[in-house]
């Protein structure tokens, strides 16, 4: 069968040169794009120029009308409205709605994980997925690294793929999605992935891998350099639609007010105007002034603000449900989700959490089931017209869901209450049949599901999918990761870091004068990075004893919660019956939230400091305190409390995702630090639990540095 080879050439965004293939290809369009010639049809605007949309098809063939090229998509050889790229958006989706049967309506309604197969090889589920439930938006979670494991297991992030594997998996899948009846192309979603990031957790985040590696988005924030942010989402953008990712679940606006709240690690800061400032860069950098074939779709979450929760809760889990505004500050929460919208962002995620008593109804149960908030709030108070994605989980059976509030109910009853609340599509929801037996049963309109339709179609016209869904494996091999994107994002790690404390002007480390070489011991740093600047290092981790004859420790501090058991527990509420019971997406156990000082995380189960306090305390005595640097990694606000002892270091440096060489570069003067701290640190654990948890800083009695401190040489 003849097919439309006309190619999206996404390279100019480099500068690199179209491979010869994708020139070849590009010569040919007009050789093979007229394998269907009709007349039926005509140019809806006779005296208009158009110029020709770039093209790709490998199944259906293509027709040829009043010299342009256009996809004959559903095969019926004429040129419908929907197939014609030359009318606006809005008349191409009415027509594809009308011809749509309820079951592939339904279909466009859910969205779930789809991971490749080991080598990028299509899975089980992907025909059942596309042709049986039709199917059109999927989650992608595979790690993308440059040398896959093959032993490593697949777990619930799917295999490990390079670059190339991921472009040919969701080319395969896009064939698939082209093959059904009216061809409607498939959206790959992912969440962040460019991130500098140690204990990636499958439905939260995923380490960087083969892609450029960039601090976290914390670090971003600290950089306060809103060129740098705006740089890094444009090489993300293109590293993500090489391999035909064009829909993210991000990026978080949730403001970083409840230090116990484990997903601080995925927000910007604490202050709503700079968080809105990043937002705003990212929506209109990754989505563009409008959506095209070059944009990256966003999801913005976790409308109307996840920061704070009751407790410090996270609501994946039944213990952290509640969201709590004791200092009434729902609308600072509000703001970065205004701006999103304001920026145009694709679509908004409404969270898991209660908004305990706030004025939108009904205020008992999770933000996807209240229509106060989805469409009283978001849609008609702030006038967004995009769709609304719910969070993964919160359709199941009773019992085994994350319906907060509505935990008993019906696979039926949470579908209806979560559509008619304002709900579009459905994350981690499969089965369309339900959604078809609403309509059957009158609990739901057709019009009603042609409205989430008309959205959802809306975005994948805009993205360019109709016309071309298909990427280059071997660009993506050449684009991702390459080493002009990494220095920059090296560049931006440096940037990231915050000098805290220096006394004595400790930093940057002196070289001894006497020509002995300076010997710079080190716990938590990579055993393989080589001495610089006439410093000698010395790894703790090959050589514990190198501490007695050292001049100076640098001791780089990071904070894990392993997966904690909670089935076990006696504490109320008990773990919902269904779901994991277990700290799967990360934090700490419910009755160690409130233990964030470092003295008191050295005593628990559920929270690791490495290297541990005591061996801190003992290279700290062989050193010197005041020789001591200690580099702590925020992934959350923790406490450097009086009792640890970590105050009396010579030298304090907070990390949100560098490297051990941008630290290095910043301890031996080779970089001047300049970061500012995204949100403040405490000085005591006692601290954070009088704080509001919607609340930005601490008291000024309460406060060991305030937002925005950063020293520089």
């Known amino acids: 069968m003849t097919k439309v080879i006309t190619r999206v050439d996404r390279r100019h965004n480099t500068g690199a040169k179209p491979s010869a293939v994708s020139s070849l290809c590009c010569a040919m369009t007009l050789l093979l794009a007229g394998c269907i010639d009709t007349n039926e049809q005509t140019d809806p605007e006779p005296a208009t120029q158009h110029i020709q949309a770039q093209l790709e098809s490998r199944l259906k063939q293509s027709m040829q009308v009043d010299g342009y090229s256009f996809k004959d998509l559903n095969s019926n050889a004429a040129l419908d409205p929907y197939e014609d790229w030359r009318l606006p958006i809005n008349d191409r989706v009415s027509d594809l709605v009308a011809r749509m049967t309820l079951s592939e309506k339904a279909g466009m309604m859910l969205i779930q994980t789809l991971n490749a197969e080991s080598q990028g090889k299509l899975p089980d589920k992907a025909e059942q997925f596309v042709k049986q439930e039709h199917m059109t938006r999927f989650i992608f979670r595979n790690p993308i690294v440059p040398n896959p494991a093959p032993s490593a297991p697949a777990g619930r992030s799917?295999?490990?793929?390079?670059?190339?594997?991921?472009?040919?998996?969701?080319?395969?899948?896009?064939?698939?999605?082209?093959?059904?009846?009216?061809?409607?192309?498939?959206?790959?979603?992912?969440?962040?992935?460019?991130?500098?990031?140690?204990?990636?957790?499958?439905?939260?985040?995923?380490?960087?891998?083969?892609?450029?590696?960039?601090?976290?988005?914390?670090?971003?924030?600290?950089?306060?350099?809103?060129?740098?942010?705006?740089?890094?989402?444009?090489?993300?953008?293109?590293?993500?639609?090489?391999?035909?990712?064009?829909?993210?679940?991000?990026?978080?606006?949730?403001?970083?007010?409840?230090?116990?709240?484990?997903?601080?690690?995925?927000?910007?800061?604490?202050?709503?105007?700079?968080?809105?400032?990043?937002?705003?860069?990212?929506?209109?950098?990754?989505?563009?002034?409008?959506?095209?074939?070059?944009?990256?779709?966003?999801?913005?979450?976790?409308?109307?603000?996840?920061?704070?929760?009751?407790?410090?809760g996270d609501p994946h889990y039944h213990f952290g449900r509640n969201q709590s505004y004791q200092a009434g500050q729902f609308d600072a929460h509000l703001k970065p989700f205004v701006a999103a919208i304001e920026a145009g962002t694709s679509s908004i995620m409404a969270y898991y959490g209660i908004p305990v008593g706030q004025d939108y109804q009904s205020n008992k149960v999770g933000m996807a089931f209240s229509k106060g908030i989805v469409t009283g709030l978001l849609r008609e108070k702030l006038g967004f017209k995009g769709y609304v994605n719910s969070d993964t989980g919160i359709i199941g059976p009773a019992g085994a869901n994350r319906a907060w509030g509505l935990e008993d109910k019906s696979?039926?009853?949470?579908?209806?209450?979560?559509?008619?609340?304002?709900?579009?599509?459905?994350?981690?929801?499969?089965?369309?049949?339900?959604?078809?037996?609403?309509?059957?049963?009158?609990?739901?309109?057709?019009?009603?599901?042609?409205?989430?339709?008309?959205?959802?179609?809306?975005?994948?016209?805009?993205?360019?999918?109709?016309?071309?869904?298909?990427?280059?494996?071997?660009?993506?091999?050449?684009?991702?990761?390459?080493?002009?994107?990494?220095?920059?994002?090296?560049?931006?790690?440096?940037?990231?870091?915050?000098?805290?404390?220096?006394?004595?002007?400790?930093?940057?480390?002196?070289?001894?004068?006497?020509?002995?070489?300076?010997?710079?011991f080190t716990l938590g740093v990579d055993t393989s990075i080589n001495s610089r600047d006439g410093i000698v290092i010395e790894s703790g981790e090959t050589n514990p004893e190198a501490s007695n004859n050292a001049d100076y420790a640098l001791i780089r501090v990071t904070v894990t919660n392993p997966v904690t058991d909670l089935s076990h527990m006696s504490m109320e509420p008990l773990p919902v019956p269904g779901l994991e019971p277990a700290t799967i997406f990360g934090g700490a156990a419910p009755d160690e939230l409130d233990f964030l000082a470092f003295s008191q995380m050295a005593n628990t189960k559920s929270w690791v400091v490495t290297?541990?306090?005591?061996?801190?305390?003992?290279?700290?005595?062989?050193?010197?305190?005041?020789?001591?640097?200690?580099?702590?990694?925020?992934?959350?606000?923790?406490?450097?409390?009086?009792?640890?002892?970590?105050?009396?270091?010579?030298?304090?440096?907070?990390?949100?995702?560098?490297?051990?060489?941008?630290?290095?570069d910043v301890v031996t003067g080779r970089f001047n630090p300049s970061g500012k701290l995204p949100f403040a640190l405490a000085n005591s654990a006692e601290a954070i639990l009088r704080q509001a948890p919607d609340a930005p800083g601490y008291a000024p009695e309460d406060t060991l540095y305030p937002f925005g401190h950063g020293l520089s040489y």
């Not at 990636?200 to 601090?215: C, D, E, H, K, V």
Request: hydrophobic share 40%; proline share 4%; net charge negative.
């Open 158 to 312: 799917g295999a490990q793929l390079t670059p190339f594997e991921a472009a040919d998996y969701t080319n395969a899948i896009q064939e698939l999605a082209e093959s059904t009846r009216l061809g409607i192309p498939a959206l790959f979603k992912s969440n962040a992935r460019n991130h500098y990031e140690q204990d990636a957790r499958p439905g939260i985040n995923l380490s960087a891998g083969s892609f450029s590696t960039w601090p976290k988005e914390a670090g971003l924030a600290a950089t306060r350099d809103r060129d740098l942010i705006r740089e890094f989402a444009d090489i993300m953008r293109q590293e993500w639609v090489a391999i035909g990712l064009r829909g993210m679940y991000g990026y978080m606006a949730d403001l970083s007010t409840e230090p116990r709240w484990y997903r601080v690690h995925e927000t910007f800061t604490e202050d709503a105007d700079l968080a809105a400032d990043i937002i705003t860069t990212l929506v209109t950098t990754l989505q563009g002034e409008e959506l095209t074939g070059e944009s990256v779709a966003l999801t913005i979450k976790h409308f109307p603000g996840g920061g704070p929760q009751a407790g410090g």
């Open 411 to 520: 696979i039926e009853e949470l579908l209806s209450l979560s559509i008619q609340a304002g709900t579009d599509v459905l994350s981690g929801f499969d089965d369309h049949a339900q959604i078809i037996s609403l309509v059957e049963s009158g609990l739901l309109t057709e019009e009603r599901v042609d409205l989430s339709v008309a959205r959802l179609l809306k975005e994948q016209f805009e993205l360019g999918l109709f016309e071309n869904p298909y990427v280059d494996p071997n660009y993506a091999t050449e684009l991702v990761g390459n080493p002009k994107f990494q220095a920059k994002a090296d560049l931006a790690q440096r940037k990231a870091i915050v000098l805290l404390k220096n006394d004595n002007e400790l930093l940057p480390l002196k070289v001894a004068d006497s020509g002995k070489p300076t010997r710079l």
């Open 611 to 664: 290297p541990s306090l005591e061996q801190i305390r003992s290279t700290m005595d062989s050193v010197g305190a005041d020789k001591t640097i200690l580099a702590v990694y925020f992934r959350q606000p923790y406490v450097l409390d009086e009792a640890s002892g970590l105050g009396s270091v010579g030298a304090q440096i907070a990390l949100f995702g560098s490297d051990d060489d941008a630290l290095l």
